[in-house]
T-cell receptor
Framework: DQQVKQNSPSLSVQEGRISILNCDYT??????FLWYKKYPAEGPTFLIS?????DKNEDGRFTVFLNKSAKHLSLHIVPSQPGDSAVYFC???????????FGKGTLLTVNP | SQTIHQWPATLVQPVGSPLSLECTVE??????LYWYRQAAGRGLQLLFY??????ISSEVPQNLSASRPQDRQFILSSKKLLLSDSGFYLC?????????????FGDGTRLSIL
């Protein structure tokens, strides 16, 4: 049972344009959501998070949107840069749970 | 600032051999510590977490065990490796609070079982 789903295995965008990465979840108990970025041969790096009491959180070029009724979140990167090329993981956790549940990731390629 | 170290970066082991992967965190006290595994084509799966010395919780029944002999040291072990233990193993830490705290990952160990 995959509780966090990233349905697009890959995404390709042009430098300077917007990248939109999507994530869906099924567990209603999830109340905290995170995005991680991963380069080859490195561990995931925390990017940005959002609590379920919000529907938007911004940090520089990165914005995460949460639609609780649709159980959907998205990461927007504007403008996209070639250095953003990496695998992006969506993760979620609920209540007092220590466990992060991850999606399988989306490979973003930003072309110069 | 906090740093997390994992070693070795890569490891090739024969089936049936023992395993010991080590993780240490610097720059913080009493962190929560975690071991994850990413098998080929799958997402990250939590294996163990620890909220203090000697306190280990297992998420998935398996051929592995974890120990926390010191506050900032987390060890993943096996007495006899199986082929299915191959994967990318990641250690992570977070501040000692439940819920809404990000976990920060080390660079991982790529384990291949032959």
């Amino acid at each position: 049972d995959q509780q966090v789903k990233q349905n697009s295995p890959s995404l390709s965008v042009q430098e300077g344009r917007i990248s939109i990465l999507n994530c869906d979840y099924t567990n209603s108990m999830f109340d905290y959501f995170l995005w991680y970025k991963k380069y080859p041969a490195e561990g995931p790096t925390f990017l940005i998070s959002i609590s379920s009491i919000k529907d938007k959180n911004e940090d520089g070029r990165f914005t995460v949107f949460l639609n609780k009724s649709a159980k959907h979140l998205s990461l927007h990167i504007v403008p996209s840069q070639p250095g953003d090329s990496a695998v992006y993981f969506c993760a979620a956790t609920g209540g007092s749970n220590y466990k992060l549940t991850f999606g399988k990731g989306t490979l973003l390629t930003v072309n110069p | 600032s906090q740093t997390i170290h994992q070693w070795p970066a890569t490891l090739v082991q024969p089936v049936g051999s023992p395993l010991s992967l080590e993780c240490t965190v610097e720059g913080t006290s009493n962190p929560n510590l975690y071991w994850y595994r990413q098998a080929a084509g799958r997402g990250l799966q939590l294996l163990f977490y620890s909220v203090g010395i000697g306190q280990i919780s297992s998420e998935v029944p398996q051929n592995l065990s974890a120990s926390r002999p010191q506050d900032r040291q987390f060890i993943l072990s096996s007495k006899k490796l199986l082929l299915s233990d191959s994967g990318f193993y990641l250690c992570a830490w977070s501040v000692p609070a439940r819920g809404t705290q990000p976990q920060h990952f080390g660079d991982g160990t790529r384990l291949s079982i032959l």
